[in-house]
């Protein structure tokens, strides 16, 4: 089907096939649609606070203290720029969630082994008297270093959010800090040793200006759902530009495209860096860069060719700063990226990188490859996006890299309508917290290595593991993990790596002697506690919060008001960090002397005020009661913003050692030599320039090629936000949890759709139902993350292990940090499937 004409058919038909919050597109704009009916029922405005990147406001209607339904925002005309935030399929089944069977209902402790699950209710006194006095115990014979926050982003909140629990910690004498994060490790050090931020694209409102758009792993449809969100920008953004030319590389045909496309380039999941490689060997060996953009690469870029590496040299040299003349001995001008890509000079061995040589890695035909290479170079203004499914593999860093090459060697960036490759600009409205206090600790580890450290934290050093914040590169981290607080967070089994290798670490309580989980539901992380901390639902919640971190270019504020009271025991984490401070003697210091409401107020008035300076911000209220009444403040420009604006065209450096773009890395350079790799795990090292980098378990791997013949890749499901909403019934309906398999592939299988399926390599086994659908490319498989792990120990798998009856793709991806940011790489993994 035409572009065009899709795009008339979906506004026709609304959003009705997907499980968005998007908006309908209705032509009358200035019709607000009716309210629904109060009755005797009341009102109230909550948000939804997961980690999508958007904090969508929810109405909550209640009668007698007991939720009837769940309606979302209909506040305004919804012309596009004052439209409703509706929430999606997710937020609108909160009172399921809210009421959900397995909700924690008291503060539990552990009474059999760990992992059991066997726990018996004790009362909040004991839960905080408990706590209190193991993360004393622990800190004076282990060191704070030994307690570790670790990473969960269940709930987005204002005050009465995580950093409750920093607070405690602080006050103890502080705790071991994680850098990075499962989303974007990979990429947040890529974008940085290159110049920008990973989140510093162009606005779609600037791809109004584009003519061609080149989306690599980029789904905002489906990983941005709000009704006001990214999903709906890029949707906006097609409807407004019909000669705009949409090429999507992705191995799954994900509803991003579902029609919107005007081409769907399926590719071999960790190959992108070959297929960027050989558009980038069209442009350099046609002659095209010399001709077109080569004055733009000597001006900002450093690293694109051999003479742009002596002038840096010269320069570092004569600049005689220490900061500059360190990285001299890491600089080799022969590794440059005109050498590489044309296989000359050192690299003449490799060949150069043609559309030939990458076809064959990729997957994507040669004639396909020049094609996107011919648009690129006759586009006037080109947008691409890589997105962060491109990150999380184990050549994550050097993937993002060569795709955001492409960009920069049109010569257009800071041009209307072109972007850097990042992801697009999210516009947000700024909102107080409540801080966490100072931590005297001074290490930090990456976030993805934190069961390792249970065991070997010891000896963990800055050379070898990343570790950030002690003396040298070799001084030891000096301390094993002997405490875990995962504060909403499944990352602690289910969200993590190796879920089997996980267990197997925390199941011994002589390793980490203390695990404290702090939820909602008896999740798969909540297993493994040995204190359980119920927490109130946002439905039972008073906060300020904003927009979140993604939610497209609206911005926004939702004045939270609890609709029932908390249910059962639950407390919230504000009150719980008191009680534990308090049995700290530390209560006055932990509240300064104020209560949730008074709290409330006060980051309430901060945001005002704040706000008050700066552009387009929306009035607020002089009370949060009377902001409560309202709900939701929004605000949005449609401005279109730039990538690397400042730089370009105004002449500001940007953030690399040299200044400037670095097509050549000198952090990457520095850290590829000075750092120690395994030279057992294929793939680990880190160049100076972007290069494809084949890895253990990627598509030419031989090692594993046989036994694992299908490449198993994760995506980010409209079922659940992670693994938050797993509990909820009707979405595991609405949205179905099964393995997608190419026909090609499930023929030589003897499968059928809905079959089901054992899925297994050597970290487990997982029995789920298998889909069968052309969407996936052949040879890849693909699973929705975040199923909730549930071993069936009276059945073992042909991995060796009992069977994930779950469903959970981390029973199969394997913990192997990324060279360069220890990242996750959760998205590189290798399997075979049998009809179970
Ligand atoms: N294989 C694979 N694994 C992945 C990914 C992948 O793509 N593939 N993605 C990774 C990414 S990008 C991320 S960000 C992580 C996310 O990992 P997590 O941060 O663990 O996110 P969730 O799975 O949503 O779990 C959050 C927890 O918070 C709880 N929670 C929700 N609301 C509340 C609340 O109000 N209070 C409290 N106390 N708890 C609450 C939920 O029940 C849930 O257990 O997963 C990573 N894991
Ligand atoms: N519905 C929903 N939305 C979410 C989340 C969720 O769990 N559910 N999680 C939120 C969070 S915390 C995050 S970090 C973001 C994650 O957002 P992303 O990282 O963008 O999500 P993914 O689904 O992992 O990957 C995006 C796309 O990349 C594709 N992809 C994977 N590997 C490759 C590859 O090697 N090459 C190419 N070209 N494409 C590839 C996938 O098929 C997918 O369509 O989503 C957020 N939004
Ligand atoms: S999951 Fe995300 S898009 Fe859906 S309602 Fe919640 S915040 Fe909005
Ligand atoms: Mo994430």
Same mark, same amino acid.
């Given at each position: ?82 439209? #409703? ?25 552990? =009474?059999?082994?760990? $992992? ?37 982003? $269940? ?44 989140? +510093?694209?162009? +606005? ?23 009704? +006001? ?17 949409? &090429?999507?590389? !992705? ?70 700063? *220490? ?19 044309? /296989? ?6 490799? /060949? ?43 050549? $994550? ?26 992801? *697009? ?7 107080? /917290? ?6 005297? =600790?001074?290490?930090?580890? +990456? ?6 450290? &249970? ?9 070898? %593991? ?5 003396? %040298? ?7 094993? &993990?002997?405490?875990?607080?995962? @504060?909403?967070?499944?990352?602690? @089994? ?6 089997? /290798? ?27 506690? !040995? ?15 904003? %927009? ?125 030599? !000075? ?13 100076? @320039? ?83 659908? *052309? ?14 792990? #549930? ?12 069977? !994930? ?27 075979? &499937?049998?009809?179970?």
């Amino acid at each position: 089907m035409e572009r065009r004409s899709f795009l008339k058919m979906s506004a026709a038909m609304g959003c009705a096939a997907t499980v968005t919050g998007c908006n309908s597109g209705s032509s009358d704009v200035n019709v607000v649609p009716p309210k629904p009916p109060v009755g005797d029922e009341v009102q109230t405005w909550s948000s939804c606070l997961v980690n999508c990147g958007s904090n969508c406001p929810i109405k909550v209607f209640s009668r007698d203290g007991i939720i009837t339904r769940i309606e979302t925002d209909h506040e305004t005309n919804d012309e596009y720029g004052n439209h #409703q935030i509706r929430a999606c399929a997710r937020g609108r089944s909160l009172r399921s969630r809210t009421y959900a069977p397995d909700r924690l209902r008291t503060p539990m402790k552990r =009474v059999g082994k760990r $992992g059991e699950a066997k726990f018996v209710p004790i009362s909040w006194d004991e839960a905080a008297s408990t706590i209190a006095s193991e993360i004393q115990r622990i800190a004076s014979s282990y060191g704070n270093k030994s307690i570790l926050k670790h990473y969960g982003t $269940g709930a987005y909140y204002g005050f009465a959010s995580s950093a409750c629990f920093d607070r405690v910690l602080n006050l103890n004498g502080g705790f071991l800090k994680i850098y990075g994060n499962y989303s974007w490790a990979q990429q947040n050090e890529a974008a940085a040793a290159t110049g920008f931020a990973s989140t +510093s694209g162009s +606005s779609l409102t600037a791809l109004y200006d584009s003519d061609l758009f080149l989306g690599i792993g980029y789904n905002p449809s489906e990983m941005r759902q709000s009704g +006001s969100g990214e999903g709906y920008d890029f949707l906006k953004a097609l409807e407004a530009n019909a000669n705009l030319e949409v &090429i999507m590389v !992705d191995p799954r045909y994900t509803d991003s495209m579902a029609g919107k496309e005007s081409q769907w380039l399926p590719i071999r999941p960790g190959t992108d860096a070959a297929f960027a490689e050989a558009i980038a060997y069209e442009m350099i060996s046609s002659g095209w860069v010399d001709t077109h953009s080569k004055a733009f690469l000597d001006k900002y870029c450093v690293g694109f060719d051999k003479a742009s590496l002596e002038k840096l040299v010269a320069e570092f040299t004569a600049s005689g700063d *220490p900061k500059k003349t360190q990285y001299l001995p890491y600089i080799d001008v022969e590794d440059n990226y005109r050498n590489y890509i044309l /296989g000359e000079g050192k690299f003449a061995d490799n /060949g150069p990188r043609t559309p030939a040589w990458a076809a064959k890695i990729c997957g994507i035909s040669e004639a396909n490859i020049k094609s996107v290479a011919s648009k690129i170079m006759n586009a006037k203004a080109p947008f691409i996006v890589t997105g962060a499914g491109v990150n999380r593999h184990a050549n $994550g860093e050097q993937a993002m890299r060569a795709c955001y090459m492409l960009s920069f060697l049109t010569g257009k960036v800071g041009q209307p309508g072109v972007s850097n490759g990042a992801l *697009p600009y999210q516009g947000s409205l700024n909102r107080a /917290g409540m801080s966490g206090g100072s931590n005297p =600790v001074k290490e930090s580890i +990456s976030f993805f290595t934190w069961a390792e450290a &249970i065991e070997r934290g010891h000896e963990m050093t800055a050379r070898k %593991d990343g570790i950030r914040g002690t003396a %040298d590169l070799d001084t030891p981290l000096g301390a094993d &993990i002997k405490a875990v607080f995962a @504060i909403n967070s499944n990352a602690l @089994i289910n969200q993590h790596s190796d879920c089997n /290798g996980t267990a197997k670490i925390l199941e011994d309580d002589t390793k980490c002697e203390l695990i404290v989980v702090c939820d909602c539901w008896m999740t798969a992380s909540a297993r493994y506690a !040995d204190i359980l901390l119920p927490d109130t639902t946002w439905l039972e919640s008073n906060d300020l919060v904003n %927009d979140s971190y993604a939610s497209g270019i609206m911005g926004y504020l939702v004045a939270m008001k609890a609709a029932v009271k908390p249910m059962w025991e639950s407390i919230s984490m504000f009150e719980m960090g008191r009680l534990i401070a308090a049995k700290m003697g530390k209560e006055a210091e932990y509240t300064e002397g104020k209560d949730e409401a008074a709290w409330l107020e006060e980051l309430y008035q901060k945001t005002r005020t704040n706000s008050a300076n700066t552009d387009a911000q929306p009035a607020f209220p002089n009370s949060y009661a009377e902001a409560q009444k309202i709900g939701v403040f929004r605000a949005f420009s449609k401005t279109p913003v730039l990538a690397l604006d400042s730089y370009i065209n105004g002449g500001k450096a940007v953030s690399t050692p040299s200044g400037k773009v670095e097509i050549y890395s000198l952090s990457m350079a520095q850290k590829g030599k !000075d750092w120690i790799f395994n030279p057992n795990v294929k793939g680990d090292y880190i160049t100076a @320039i972007p290069m494809y980098q084949p890895t253990w378990e990627g598509y030419d791997d031989e090692d594993t090629k046989d036994d694992y013949p299908l490449q198993l890749m994760g995506y980010h499901t409209k079922g659940r936000t992670h693994s938050s909403y797993h509990n909820v019934p009707w979405l595991r309906e609405a949205a179905e949890d099964a393995v997608w398999m190419n026909p090609a592939d499930a023929l030589g299988r003897g499968l059928r759709g809905g079959d089901k399926v054992q899925m297994w390599n050597d970290r487990g086994t997982v029995e789920l139902p298998v889909r069968i659908t *052309p969407r996936v490319a052949p040879g890849v498989v693909a699973l929705g993350q975040g199923a909730w792990y #549930q071993p069936d120990i009276a059945r073992i798998g042909r991995s060796g292990h009992p069977i !994930d009856v779950g469903g959970c793709i981390n029973t199969l991806t394997r913990y192997q940090p990324s060279p360069f940011a220890k990242g996750n790489p959760q998205h590189t993994n290798r399997v075979q &499937i049998v009809k179970a």
